[in-house]
């Protein structure tokens, strides 16, 4: 029988507490968005060693869903209410990217009204 061998994990299931503690050291004060690739700085780790974790371990994996909301609820807020140092294009592309906000608008129309559906019934004259 042939074991795996390599590296041993560094995962420890209290990243999932320390979390809080990722997200008290950053936000609007501290101009640092809550991102998954500072909670791996924080952890020092690699973001990527933070993504296989998600999918072994379901606790971990919500940590990383926390981080996205908290994010989330950032970028709206501060795209609504932030004023003249937000970058309101970069806001508008990580809602798009990250959390799949999209603008929409009508390109089969052009905004004009559709004519009435012909149904195609025959007349029985």
Same mark, same amino acid.
């Given at each position: 029988? *042939?074991?795996?061998? !390599? ?14 503690? =990722?997200?008290?050291? +950053?936000?609007?004060?501290? /101009? /640092?968005? $809550?991102?998954?690739?500072? =909670?791996?700085?924080?952890?020092? +780790? ?16 919500? &940590?990383?869903?926390? %981080?996205? &909301?908290?994010?989330? %609820? ?6 609504? =209410?932030?004023?003249? *140092?937000?970058?309101?294009?970069? +806001? ?7 959390? !799949? ?13 559709? $004519?009435?559906?012909? =149904? !195609? ?5």
């Amino acid at each position: 029988m *042939e074991t795996k061998r !390599g590296r041993p994990t560094k995962y420890d299931p209290l990243f999932s507490e320390r979390v809080d503690r =990722y997200l008290e050291t +950053v936000g609007r004060e501290q /101009t /640092t968005l $809550p991102t998954v690739e500072g =909670y791996a700085v924080y952890l020092g +780790v690699s973001r990527d060693s933070l993504y296989e974790w998600a999918k072994l371990y379901p606790d971990f994996s919500d &940590t990383l869903k926390k %981080i996205s &909301t908290y994010q989330k %609820i950032q970028l709206i807020n501060d795209g609504i =209410y932030g004023g003249k *140092e937000v970058n309101a294009t970069i +806001v508008k592309l990580m809602l798009q990217n990250n959390h !799949g906000m999209k603008e929409r608008s009508d390109v089969t129309t052009d905004d004009e009204k559709l $004519p009435a559906p012909i =149904y !195609g019934a025959k007349s029985t004259k």
